[in-house]
């Protein structure tokens, strides 16, 4: 912008390609000047903004929006770079293994129960907060799957030959049920679907040995630890009262008579003609009288089996037992229940679609268990909150005599598979 500025006062530029040559002019041109002398003078901004004032002042510029030189426009944000690969810097070790004194953990093994977890990230976040939530779950689940280690090593240590061949078919039955469950029985499908995620079916039925040594093993010597106050048990139930309150319900029948349903054969309600319709009105009316006479001798079922149109007739009219009003277009029929005792039934009523007769039938009342029926139930949760603390601070003191190699590199190695594993689940975001 500025070099054009400084060219509106030039009339000729003249340029040449012979070497050494300059610009063709007239005889009473001046001679060019020396290099150094051609060489533009590089005005201030606020100089070119009054050299253009006085411009317009003389009519030598006709004046147009303000021109914006690319200095007045304020700089756009930088965009924000993309994810560098998450790649070992130099010196760096990728640990595909974790070794804990003698045993060893593989990324594989850590990546496992998380898979369906990191697939969800990796559909919802960027691949920047999918590496930071990643390494977050995997560090959690690396710190449990090394407690539960040390622990089993433990545990395992203290089981006499029988609990052994007891704890072996235990783990038969765990394998078997999950093969029936989830693979219909075909051992081959769950090696291959192991394969797939880089495990063994060793693997598999290793881990599965030492989380259920580890949980035994802690439960017999943790849980007897854990005591219970009963002052703790009532603030327990007074926050989860709801949980143990039963609201109040009520039988909603009903005998419908819609107008539509009277129209001829074929026919709906919003093309029918006004006599067509002051015909099914009228025979809507004598419908509900006949019913409501029928009420006088013969049970509400019966009755609504015979005259009603709606779709609980076969059930005698029957909603159900509901503890709220339901959703339109039953919503102002049904909330009259609610101020009906047990039994009653209303006189017929009409609405902008058709006759109805509404009946309350038997009234279940709110019910609120008592704090000796549900103790049991707050002292379980009170207990096993207590017992993960426990076995967190256990976990946490084996480990600080395990010997154990670099977490942060096996953690490192663990975020790159993941991010590769879930690489599909981004692309289908």
Request: net charge positive.
């Amino acid at each position: 912008m500025r070099w054009r500025i400084l060219r509106d006062g030039v009339r000729l530029l003249c340029v040449t390609l012979a070497v050494g040559g300059g610009c063709a002019r007239r005889s009473d041109v001046a001679p060019a000047p020396p290099p150094d002398a051609r060489r533009p003078v590089i005005k201030s901004e606020a100089e070119l903004a009054a050299e253009r004032r006085a411009r317009i002042e003389t009519g030598a510029v006709v004046p147009t929006t303000a021109p914006t030189l690319d200095i007045e426009r304020p700089p756009r944000p930088p965009a924000p770079p993309p994810a560098p690969p998450l790649t070992p810097g130099p010196g760096a070790i990728a640990a595909e293994l974790l070794t804990v004194n003698d045993q060893t953990l593989t990324v594989a093994e850590i990546l496992y129960p998380l898979e369906t977890d990191l697939a969800e990230i990796r559909r919802t976040q960027t691949l920047v907060g999918f590496r930071e939530r990643a390494r977050q779950l995997i560090r959690q689940e690396s710190t449990r799957v090394i407690g539960a280690l040390l622990v089993y090593a433990e545990g395992l240590a203290s089981l006499a030959e029988g609990q052994r061949q007891a704890l072996k078919a235990a783990v038969d039955r765990e394998v078997e049920h999950v093969r029936n469950r989830e693979f219909g029985g075909s051992g081959a499908r769950l090696e291959a679907h192991l394969a797939e995620r880089g495990l063994t079916l060793e693997q598999f039925r290793t881990r599965m040995e030492r989380e259920l040594v580890a949980r035994q093993y802690l439960r017999e010597k943790l849980l007897p630890q854990v005591q219970v106050r009963r002052d703790e048990l009532l603030t327990a139930y007074r926050e989860r009262r709801a949980e143990f309150t039963t609201s109040e319900t009520r039988e909603l029948l009903m005998i419908e008579v819609p107008f539509a349903r009277l129209l001829p054969e074929g026919g709906s309600w919003e093309r029918a003609s006004a006599p067509a319709r002051a015909q099914a009105k009228a025979a809507a009316v004598r419908r509900i009288r006949e019913a409501e006479e029928a009420l006088a001798t013969r049970p509400f079922e019966d009755v609504a089996r015979e005259f009603s149109f709606g779709p609980t007739a076969a059930k005698g009219g029957s909603f159900g037992a509901i503890g709220k009003p339901l959703q339109p277009p039953y919503d102002e029929l049904s909330r009259l229940i609610f101020d009906f005792e047990a039994g009653q039934v209303s006189a017929p009523i009409e609405t902008p679609t058709g006759w109805y007769i509404v009946k309350c039938g038997t009234v279940q009342p709110a019910v609120s268990r008592t704090f000796a029926e549900v103790q049991d139930d707050p002292r379980r949760d009170l207990m096993e909150r207590r017992f993960v603390r426990l076995s967190t601070d256990y976990y946490m003191k084996l480990a600080q005599n395990a010997t154990i190699s670099s977490l942060d590199a096996f953690l490192n190695a663990a975020v790159r598979e993941a991010e590769r594993r879930t690489a599909g689940a981004a692309a289908a975001r």
